[in-house]
C-alpha cells in the first residue's frame, strides 16, 4: 500500500461531510475533488485539524481559493482595457441608443422620453 503525501504541514489534513458519515482524511487537492464532484460545491461542509467545528466550505480560505475563485484573465490587461479610450468608445456605443430612457420602479419598466436636441 503506498503512503499519502499530506505536505508539510497538519492543516493539509481534511474531511468532508457526506449523508450522515464523513469521507477522510483527505490532503486538500483531493478535497477539492471532492467537493467539485458533488452535485451542490457550495453545501459542502468540511473540518481539519485546528478548527472547533465542522464550516461550510465557502468560509474556508483555502477551499474558496481552490474552488470558488474564477481563473486568472490570460492574456487580458483588464486595467488596460476598461480606462482605454477605445473601451470607453465601445461601452458608449453600446449605451449611447439609451438617452432619454427612463427606469420607473413603480411599473418595473423602462419608457423613452423625449430629448430636446
Not at 90 to 100: H, M, N, P, W, Y
Amino acid at each position: 500500500m503506498g503512503t499519502r503525501d499530506w505536505g508539510d504541514a497538519v492543516s493539509n489534513i481534511w474531511y468532508l461531510a457526506a449523508g450522515e458519515g464523513t469521507i477522510g482524511p483527505m490532503s486538500l487537492t483531493e478535497l477539492v475533488s471532492e467537493i467539485a464532484a458533488t452535485a451542490k460545491p457550495t453545501d459542502a461542509i468540511v473540518w481539519r485539524p485546528g478548527f472547533k467545528d465542522w464550516q461550510k466550505a465557502t468560509t474556508v480560505r483555502e477551499i474558496v481559493d481552490c474552488l470558488f475563485t474564477p481563473p486568472p484573465l490570460a492574456g487580458i490587461d483588464v486595467q488596460k482595457e476598461v480606462a482605454s479610450p477605445v473601451a470607453l468608445q465601445r461601452a458608449e456605443a453600446k449605451t449611447g441608443d439609451l438617452q432619454g430612457v427612463q427606469w420607473s420602479p413603480e411599473t418595473n419598466r423602462s419608457s423613452r422620453e423625449s430629448v430636446a436636441g
